[in-house]
């Protein structure tokens, strides 16, 4: 990845929420996104169709504001449909409209017209009142 971004590219990171080891190496992905490299979520593993592990990782990415894309995933309409309105939904719950609208919409296009990423609104972490306000919404 560094010499990915050596080179110029902006190395796009796909799911690392459904890897198995990424608990013991969630801040190594940090890093990463601090460096220059995007994170692509899934949006199944956001609505918990990896199961609850899966999903709270994917939480964490998003309020850590380390995440560029909401991904649907979708390969057909049978298995893994696109599901991404209802995740965009799940992550503005937990980041906010804009934020979430960023995910799905003006990043992914930006990535299609081979924006410069310095152009595109980056992610942020929430602060330690908005986790409140998330968690309080989730178990008010």
Known sequence: ??????????????????????????????????????????????????????????????????????????????????ELSEARDAAADIIGTEAASLLVLERPAAVIANTDPADVPQPRRQSPTEKKKWFSRLFG
């Open 1 to 82: 990845v560094h010499n990915t971004l050596l080179a110029g590219y902006i190395p796009i990171i796909t799911h690392p929420e459904r890897l198995a080891y990424i608990e013991a190496d969630y801040d190594k992905f940090v890093a990463l996104a601090e460096q220059g490299a995007w994170i692509q979520l899934t949006g199944g593993s956001l609505l918990g169709r990896f199961g609850p592990r899966v999903k709270r990782i994917t939480e964490r990415f998003l309020s850590d504001g380390v995440t560029h894309l909401l991904a649907s995933d979708g390969h057909n309409l049978k298995n893994r449909t696109p």
